[in-house]
RNA sequence: UGGCCCGUCGUCUAAUGGCAGGACACCGGUCUUUGGAACCGGGGGUGGUGGUUCGACUCCACCCGGGCCAACCA
């Protein structure tokens, strides 16, 4: 389970949201939908698929009429719809919002929370400062309210020209995190809205558009990818300033998908589409799901690479072989299998009488599929092979036809190969070749077997076909940012104008999948393929070991794979370092100082600095110190080891409650043993929650031990029953596996054992030799 | 010289403080009329250093490494 799937449990058990789950996919209609977008469309639509009641919600985020177009909302919704996910009545349109979004922007005005700035862009960008520089306030900051509520009102009158004002939030221009200095709510933009046409001549930012669109929808759990991380403090700003009606939705971020070998910024794609080096948002070279889905790969290949990946919150990279793997295993199942040769070779079967035909029979697929049928595959003396399935001076370990060398000619006969036919120019025109007719249909006389099987056709009778090597779509795996095409890859496609195929695959009607055996699998093209042409693309190639193996052998015959185990870019592992002491770790000689200072009453380094770090943890060591001196290290380790943690945060408010003489009678409690360390801890938690005294919070705090002897033998001993495997293992030398049992008798008694003890049985009762 | 986020097999991803597990890739084997598929087996991991704890991937500190943020884009 995820970390949104397990706050999503966590939220329907404490009832946040009223046992709602309301998510959202909001694309901006502003291009073709990808395989980036297939991650986040399975997470959002996924998650309400799996709880009752869900609701996805389809929300086009058109807030820029500059780049929008229906054109790529009716793209989107059949991409989705394509992908296997339904919005059903929920599809909704950020500019449906748009005087919504205005009268909450008002709102902000007449709080004082909003202004309009008229000054330029450059001014703008000039006074917001760097991340290390503070930004400057603005001139027009401090206009009235009623000035600015007139000036937004006559930028939506649409008085103003683009870019003489804008709408900002007044927070903060030193704001450490850039995106509060004043971030802009609305600009002006006299620009036909695909939708909305000419209404507004203004319109709103992301920041301000998503959130409000968001709650307007009653959005609960509002997922988007890394990169807005740092938006979520200005998302829960808005809600909050404009009152928005709780429970508020709220943002989570999670890992994008990026691929190896593969871009998904939709700019740079549709760069490549404007220059030309892709011929179209359907490309099949293309991560769109427009191309892929043109490329032949299914939907359930998509999802099932999105489950593969999982969702978590790590930067990460996924290996282009999961996403073969994803498709070959969706095809594999699915695809017929035909015979196809890109790079034909004439055979002649001398011992084969002229003009004569037979007929052999081949399954649709393989195994016993049921029910798949079979095919026909006719048969003569004159028939085509692969070149690359002949080899005059084979590589070590090659086992297809070789001169005087034996092959199967699969579901007909094997055959042997005599003479080897060249032109002047020394290249193989055509092998004479005997076949075997006690191999025929497939029969294998015993003591003879042969190593290579290969596909063949007979001439007479197949039929052209053109057919698209698709390869990937760049040479590299992380392709520069700064130069795209540079990086692509030249053989990303290659055309075979004119393979062959077999008779049965005539007349294929387009957006058909085959698997032509051993080249891989194949699509015939929605687009290009028809009665009279047949076209396909490739989606993927068979998996190759003796490709892999003739990688190996001569690294950059074919680039680098990103499923090979020596990856290009190597790390140098960095400089080595001493470690800093404890005491370099700090910054100020004041800072040195109060660290001596503590060293002196017997602190422990690692403790004292981090002490000396936290003026909220030092002014409560002062006053525990206070009340129980002799304690000084104790409080010290426990102020650094647990205060912080309970605390859970930098966030100091529960610290206010802690008594710092409760505290201290804590500690020294636990250093007289009066209480374990465990309960100890339990009891500082309850003394962070609840305040009060030790005796109270001690009460308070269900500290019942378990520690009698004969029921934790009783239990151990029980375990050991239960587990014999681990118990064995156990005495075999896995010692971790104490953790186990100890870990057990804890669960079971729900943390009320004396841990200690059970260590100190566990081991004894462990140790005795089983019987 | 900032803030926020993130570091688990080669890759992706799990593990209320208690057995470091799964998937892809890789290697080996069985079987096979696809150098495919299926099945079986194998190697391989918690960025580092300290600390807390009976016990640390998990908590604390520091260090190292990576990502994001200074569009009138989203």
Known sequence: MDFIRSMISRDLKTGKYDGRVVTRFPPEPNGFLHIGHAKSICLNFGLAAEHAGGICHLRLDDTNPDTEKAEFVEAMKRDIRWLGFDWEEHLYHASDYFEQLYRYALVLVDKGLAYVDSSTEEEIRERRGSVTTPGINSPYRDRSREENRDLFQRMRAGEFPDGSHVLRAKIDMAHRNMIMRDPLLYRIRHSHHYRQGDDWPIYPMYDFAHCLSDSVERITHSLCTLEFENNREIYDWLLVHVDAPVPRPEQTEFAPLVLDYVITSKRKLKELVRTGHMRGWDDPRMPTLAGLRRRGVTPEAIRKLCDMVGVARTQSRVDFGKFEFAVRDDLNRRAPRAFCVLDPLKVVLTNYPAGREEIFSAPRMPGDAAGSGTRELPFGREIRIDREDFAEEPPPGFHRLVPGGEVRLKYACTIRCDTVVKDEAGRVTELRCSFDPATRGGLAPQGRRVRGIIHWLKADRAVRAEVRLIDRMFAVPEPPSDDIVGALNPDSERIVASALVEPGVAGTPPGTHYQFERHGYFFSDPVDSGEDRLVFNRTVTMRDSWGARLRRRSPGIDGPRASDPERPDGDDGGTIRRPLSPEETLASDEERRRFRDLRSLGVSAAAAAS??????????????????????????????????????????????????????????????????????????AALLTRGGSLEEARAAADLAEIDDEGTLRDMLEGLVEEFPDKAAAFRDGRTGLLGFFVGQVMRRTRGKADPRAVSRLAEGILSAPGD
Request: avoid cysteine; charge should be negative; charged fraction near 30%.
């Open 611 to 684: 002490l000396v770090r936290s003026p909220t943890a030092m002014e409560l060591f002062e006053a525990a110190r206070a009340r129980y001196p002799e304690g000084v290290a104790s409080i010290a380790a426990w102020l650094v080891n647990d205060f912080t943690r309970l605390l859970g945060s930098d966030d100091r408010t529960d610290a206010a409650r802690l008594e710092p003489v409760a505290f201290a009678d804590l500690v020294r409690a636990v250093d007289s043993e009066d209480l374990s360390h465990r309960q100890g801890r339990t009891v500082l």
